[in-house]
């Protein structure tokens, strides 16, 4: 017993100073890089035409990447912490149209949403916004124009599910277990082929988890892709909406 929580005291004193330095390291990342996009950015306005344009141009994006991704492991660092979430009580039908009316004016794709019940969830809006946008930018990547993608909600009792089902590429039997691990297999091929970092879908884990939920996935490759995340908390207007009864919406980005 003396050893075994000895080793548990020495991995939880590992994974704290590892989660210290990723934290450290993202907050040094922020100056240098700040700094170095504003040379890039003089450095592409001073040459409007020419290989030196496009060359900044080239150092730019990749500052964004690095840019991206400092934030990100800076989520992921912070995920445990007693203050990563700040809950509020959260009206649904806002949060789900809001998310596909904001996603359906970046890519060209039959965008749909499905609130099939109204109420509450008591969640950190802001955090899981970014979840839900892990998502999205993982469904549009993986589709094509004109392909569908639907956000949803219902209800599941105390609980709230939200999904997001693409009509895409799909993810193989094998690649599906390690689809939330940081930089797994499948997103750093994604993430590079798009300007991602990689860590989308992790992030999402993280934010789900410090909620006490769950999140899933369903996938036939070649066919379609569902993540399907819930979370505990969900207070139904029963009053304003029939049980089973169902509300849909379409858009069509342009």
């Known amino acids: 017993i003396d050893e075994t929580e000895r080793l548990a005291e020495s991995e939880h004193r590992l994974l704290e100073g590892q989660r210290e330095f990723v934290r450290d390291a993202s907050h040094e990342l922020r100056t240098p890089i700040t700094v170095a996009r504003g040379h890039a950015e003089l450095i592409r306005d001073s040459h409007v035409n020419g290989q030196v344009a496009s060359d900044a141009g080239v150092v730019l994006d990749e500052l964004g990447r690095l840019s991206r991704l400092s934030e990100r492991l800076l989520i992921l660092a912070a995920a445990d912490d007693p203050g990563f979430l700040s809950q509020t009580d959260i009206e649904v039908e806002p949060l789900v149209v809001g998310l596909m009316r904001r996603w359906s004016a970046t890519a060209e794709r039959g965008w749909q949403v499905r609130v099939a019940v109204e109420g509450t969830i008591y969640a950190d809006r802001e955090r899981l916004e970014t979840a839900l946008d892990a998502l999205m930018e993982n469904a549009v990547k ?52 798009n300007g991602g970092t990689g860590l989308g879908l992790s992030i999402a884990k993280a934010i789900v988890d410090a909620h006490s939920g769950s999140i899933a996935v369903e996938s036939e490759e070649g066919r379609s892709t569902t993540f399907r995340i819930t979370l505990p908390g969900f207070r139904p207007n029963l009053d304003q909406v029939d049980e089973g009864a169902a509300r849909s919406d379409g858009l069509n980005s342009s």
Request: aromatic share 4%; glycine share 12%; no cysteine.
């Open 142 to 193: 993986a589709t094509d124009e004109g392909s569908s993608i639907l956000v949803g909600s219902r209800g599941d009792g105390p609980r709230l599910v939200l999904e997001v089902t693409d009509e895409g590429r799909g993810i193989s039997a094998e690649d599906l277990p390690r689809i939330f691990e940081p930089f797994s297999k499948i997103e750093p091929d994604r993430a590079r082929k």
